[in-house]
């Protein structure tokens, strides 16, 4: 039951636990969990196997607002991240330490990182250009042809939604700032 992510496998937190279980079966055992903190919207667990062959720390970090699942299972999401890593911690972490929902999650908050990088270079050259066209005296003209052109002359807005297409308005801009300049 692993999963293959970029090439590598990785084992769910299920999985972990079915395996712990398993190995320990006429064994003491016990997983116990314990939050260590939930402000300000970052959740901190610390989760504690007791095996066998001894007893395993893991620790886990979620941010409410790093993926939409967060926004409601942030506790969750962390307290099962945390088993994952003192289960990985015991010898069950497969080929990767890393649990494939921690993974999963990495690689979803990079992609959010990205995008909100890539937003926020847009949303510089288009304030950059407005201040160009201001300067120029030239502001009605700037916002009229983004409203007609874009349905917006709302530059966060225009940023949010079309950010994937920065580099062609940019260049829209620059030639009907040097196409019309006096």
């Avoid at 080929?95 to 990182?113: L, P, R």
């Avoid at 201040?131 to 225009?158: P, S």
Wanted: glycine share 6%; charged share 30%; net charge negative.
């Amino acid at each position: 039951m692993t999963v293959k992510i970029h090439g590598k496998e990785y084992k769910t937190v299920a999985e972990r636990v079915n395996e712990i279980h398993e190995r320990e079966q006429d064994k003491p055992l016990s997983i116990e969990t314990e939050l260590v903190s939930w402000v300000d919207g970052i959740v901190v667990f610390k989760a504690t196997v007791t095996t066998s062959q001894g007893t395993f720390t893991g620790h886990a970090y979620e941010s409410e607002s790093s993926s939409q699942i967060n926004k409601t299972s942030a506790l969750e999401n962390c307290e099962t991240s945390a088993i994952g890593r003192c289960l990985a911690s015991a010898g069950l972490g497969g080929t990767q330490f890393a649990s494939a929902n921690e993974v999963k999650n990495a690689i979803h908050q990079q992609s959010e990182t990205k995008t909100m990088t890539e937003k926020v270079k847009f949303e510089k050259r288009l304030t950059d250009a407005e201040a160009l066209f201001m300067k120029d005296g030239r502001h009605v003209e700037f916002c009229a042809y983004l409203e007609k052109t874009y349905g917006t002359n709302n530059i966060d807005q225009l940023a949010k939604e079309r950010h994937k297409g920065a580099d062609a308005i940019i260049e829209a801009l620059t030639v009907l700032y040097k196409g019309e300049k006096k």
